[in-house]
């Protein structure tokens, strides 16, 4: 075999090896990215419904210290 044709069959060897490791290389490191995006939108999904929670909790002392006002007031006028 001549020199040539080995070393250009070496050549395209060696360029798809590096292009297929480029290639897995890559997607494993967009993997990684995308699991920690997930991971922070998980703590951030828990967050926002810990707020809903809360406010609903609010809204529902809210209340209690309004009838707890009238409560009070209709005492005070008797």
């Known amino acids: 075999m001549e020199p040539a044709i080995l070393s250009a069959l070496l050549a395209l060897i060696g360029s798809l090896v590096g ?3 480029g290639i ?5 490191l967009t993997d990684f990215r995308l699991r920690e995006l997930e991971k922070k939108q998980d703590k ?13 909790r609010v809204e529902l002392l809210e209340e209690r210290q309004k009838v707890a006002n009238h409560r009070i ?6």
Request: aromatic share 8%; glycine share 12%.
């Open 44 to 56: 951030h999904n828990l967050v926002i419904e810990r707020t809903y929670k809360l406010e609903e």
């Open 73 to 78: 007031n209709d005492l005070e006028g008797k």
């Open 19 to 21: 292009t297929f490791g």
């Open 24 to 28: 897995l290389t890559g997607s494993k």
